[in-house]
């Protein structure tokens, strides 16, 4: 099979991949074509379907496609014009090949993970988190399978907990660099900042928005699963309650990226710096990743708002 991840621009592909997407569209002179996201285990992209005459058979959203046509590149990012596309017929694929994971070992990650959790010594942010974390197994076998995001950054099986972990990581270094930090409600907000994830994304192989996703965000759904939760841990205090449900509200950083309130406590900074130096690292090194051996310029990156390319004179990680 010829993988996503091999694409290189100038060359021809083939193969069968899940339609993640598919939109119909109008050019500005008002001519038909089709968008669509490609998918298979080393990630996604973006493909056109500009003729839709011979050779471009009836095919839906979540189809096994088989198509052929030219790897391009637009705005600093692979794409792919198909020329030629079909249903795949049954036997022609393996639904393994396409779930996008973590190269990363997920029992060992989650190890990580419940070592941050037997850090915490407060009791009633214990108690909290091994509800989640150690008590609860439904909890438990979705945070391990989630991605992080549907597109972007961690946008495979294992990155909700791949990102969380990394977020903790650095979360412990800041507490360890300034005093004023409470440890452990730094920890306990990174370990639960995503949390809503779960709920704001479906299960693969779709990883899409469900309705209250669409409706409500990760955030809210987050916080408000918190509340609740701590409510029901007798003698939980009412202002950490409060701190911590604020760290999950402001930990996008600012109102025009999602979030309800900006950090006004210093572990809500904390965790908003460690969120995005993790979401933004991550975003480069997929991009670079997907450039292989390219060492020129990429182009303009909106996400990175910088025109991005691969450090010369290091090695690829």
Known sequence: MYYIS???????????????????????????????ILQDKTGTVDGKIWELGGGISEFEQMD????????????????????????????????SDYIPCSDKDIDKMYTELTGFVDSISDKYLLQLLDNYFKNNSDFIDEFKKHSAAKSVHHSFMGGLLEHTLAVTRLC??????????????????????????????????SNDYTDDGNLLGHIYMGARLIENE???????????????????????????????????????LALHIADNTDAKLQTMTEVLNGAGDEMGWLGFNRLLESNIRQTKSGTKQ
Not at 9 to 17: K, P, T
């Open 64 to 95: 096994y496609i088989a198509c052929e046509g030219q790897v391009t590149s637009f705005q600093g990012n692979l794409q792919v014009n198909i020329s030629r596309v079909r249903v795949a017929d049954e036997g022609e694929f393996d639904p």
């Open 172 to 205: 412990e270094i800041y507490s360890k660099q300034y005093k004023r930090i409470n440890r452990d409600l730094l920890i306990t907000a990174a370990l639960l900042h995503d949390m809503g994830k779960i709920y704001e994304l479906s299960s693969f192989p």
């Open 6 to 36: 091999d694409y290189r621009e100038g060359n021809r592909f083939s193969g069968v991949y899940l339609c993640k997407q598919k939109q119909i569209l109008k050019t500005k002179a008002g001519k038909t074509y089709y968008s669509l």
């Open 230 to 268: 701590c409510d029901k841990i007798a003698g939980f205090p009412a202002e950490l309650r409060s701190e911590l449900v604020h760290c999950i509200l402001a930990h996008h950083g600012k109102l025009e990226f999602g979030s309800p309130k900006t950090p006004g406590i210093i572990e809500a």
